[in-house]
């Protein structure tokens, strides 16, 4: 007889007020199955995970587990049932430690000491290097990513669900993040993968159900499909081709960064070293790197949460201003947005509607006179951003938490587009953002700089890089590579500097 399926959804429903986000679901899932869930943000495939996971209760249907029907209540009861998922939107406590982290979700008494080796040697074997002992606050958004994963793994789990779980990782963090998922597979344990980046489907998964609109909208099997095919029966369209024309520099350069140097402000951070860069108008400049070699420190360099101070003799100008010294709300006065890596903690206010969002930093664009904020010019911004970003959601009075990653992702790249700038900063740009939505995302990117303004890039998507950029620079260690004419270079070449190891030369810093 055949083994029952591992996970069996029947008829799940789940509504909210303004939205069904799941429309009575059927999915199977075998044991030592891989199986990819696809659709567009906003298509109910969170929900449906958190549904599996015990975090949200479901309305209507039946779970069952390896054949018998179960109610599965919170996460606790999904994990003894051999259940691990790991988020999106990471479930950390930012001020305990990797280790502390991972206990919480471990069964029974813990020896942290014990626990912290086996988080070595996990992190270790699967290329995912980690410190047990560093505080969550301190890690990047790549970093945080590992934890989730090795938190997961070291559960060892009958099923995982993993929604987005290559998002911030590298080309050489994924491979080995899909050696370890097949190795699982083969030991019989079952994978419900989330993923927007379709050509890492057809190489992983053995079977893919597409949602659209909290429905099934089919299935497919993924290695007879091609990406493009696969991104139709997601968004139900062709996808967009970005239109990438060759850069039209104008004049003196709008961002320059002059031997930036700074120690770390955490001890865990990675300190930067003689950093030196130039952004033109009319021009995109991309910085790739593994995360944690800098790119928060240089961001919160470049924002102006971390100011300079009066005794470094860095500079940083910004539409020929020096702005080294100011703080960020002086910065954005010199016509300067800023697109955060962390969205949720960064980007927005979660609890605060959409309208409200858009003051935080819009609020130069007519908003408030005489010290008083005009309601009226809010909410136009803000309606203005959610119809021509395609921002879905229930009104511009709706939460920022209320939104999935995708298009709360849309709103603040058109909130910080909207504004006018003459320098866009942006980080993670389509981190968590579906095929559709990040084709949309970069061509607002390349229409702005067409425009002749200034944009800085920073990514380790290597493909978002390579599509949008017209030169590409590398951050490894605290130091940045010479930034390269996009045509002149390849992704061998930038992985073996996100490494750390010069083709040629070693690590160069670029002479502004």
């Not at 605060?352 to 858009?358: F, G, I, K, Q």
């Not at 058109?414 to 993670?428: D, H």
């Not at 990117?445 to 380790?460: F, K, P, W, Y």
């Amino acid at each position: 007889m055949m083994n029952p399926p591992r996970l069996e959804l029947k008829n799940i429903t789940k509504a909210y007020p303004s939205v069904v986000a799941n429309d009575h679901v059927d999915l199977c899932v075998m044991p030592g199955e891989i199986h990819a869930l696809l659709g567009e943000n906003g298509a109910g495939k969170s929900t449906l995970m958190k549904i599996i996971y015990g975090v949200v209760k479901a309305d209507d249907g039946e779970i069952f587990w390896n054949g018998r029907p179960v109610t599965i209540s919170n996460p606790a009861e999904a994990r003894r049932l051999g259940i691990g998922m790991v988020f999106q939107h990471f479930s950390l406590f930012e001020t305990l430690t990797v280790v502390e982290n991972v206990a919480l979700a471990m069964e029974g008494r813990f020896d942290l000491e014990a626990l912290a080796k086996r988080i070595d040697a996990v992190s270790e074997h699967y290329a995912m290097a980690l410190d047990p002992e560093r505080l969550v606050h301190s890690l990047s958004v790549g970093e945080r990513q590992r934890v989730e994963i090795v938190r997961c793994l070291l559960q060892e789990p009958d099923l995982l669900i993993m929604d987005e779980p290559t998002s911030v990782l590298t080309p050489a963090a994924v491979r080995g993040l899909f050696k370890t998922l097949g190795q699982l597979a083969d030991d019989g344990c079952s994978v419900l993968y989330i993923t927007h980046k379709l050509e890492e489907l057809r190489a992983l998964c053995h079977k893919a159900t597409v949602m659209r609109d909290g429905r099934i909208a089919g299935t497919a099997d993924p290695a007879q499909e091609s990406a493009a095919g696969l991104a139709r029966l997601m968004v139900g369209r062709d996808l967009p081709v970005c239109a990438h024309s060759a850069p039209v520099v104008e004049g003196d350069a709008r961002l320059i960064i002059e031997g930036l140097s700074r120690p770390a402000d955490d001890p865990f951070g990675t300190d930067l070293e003689d950093i030196s860069l130039s952004v033109h108008g009319g021009e995109i400049v991309g910085i790739a790197g593994i995360s944690g070699n800098g790119q928060k420190e240089l961001l919160a360099s470049l924002s102006g949460e971390h100011p300079l101070s009066r005794e470094q003799s860095a500079q940083i100008r910004i539409n020929g201003k020096e702005a080294g010294h100011l703080h960020a709300g002086a910065r954005r006065d010199l016509r300067m947005t800023f697109v955060p890596e962390d969205r949720l903690g960064r980007g927005v206010v979660a609890s605060m509607p959409l309208s409200d969002n858009s003051l935080l930093t819009a609020h130069r664009n007519d908003m408030v006179r005489f010290g008083l904020v005009r309601a009226s010019k809010v909410e136009t911004f803000a309606e203005h951003c959610v119809r021509d970003f395609d921002v879905r959601c229930a009104g511009v009075h709706a939460q920022a938490r209320s939104l999935s990653g995708g298009n709360l992702q849309k709103f603040i790249v058109g909130r910080e587009i909207l504004q006018r700038p003459r320098v866009l900063i942006a980080a993670q740009l389509t981190w968590g953002v579906d095929v559709g939505a990040a084709a949309d995302i970069r061509q607002s990117l390349v229409d702005l700089r067409n425009t002749g303004v200034a944009i800085l890039l920073i990514s380790e998507d290597i493909e978002e890089l390579f599509e949008i950029c017209d030169r590409i620079a590398v951050i490894a260690r605290g130091r940045l590579s010479a930034a390269k004419p996009t045509a002149d270079t390849d992704t061998e070449e930038i992985g073996l500097l996100m490494g750390g190891v010069s083709p040629h030369a070693g690590v160069r810093s670029e002479s502004a």
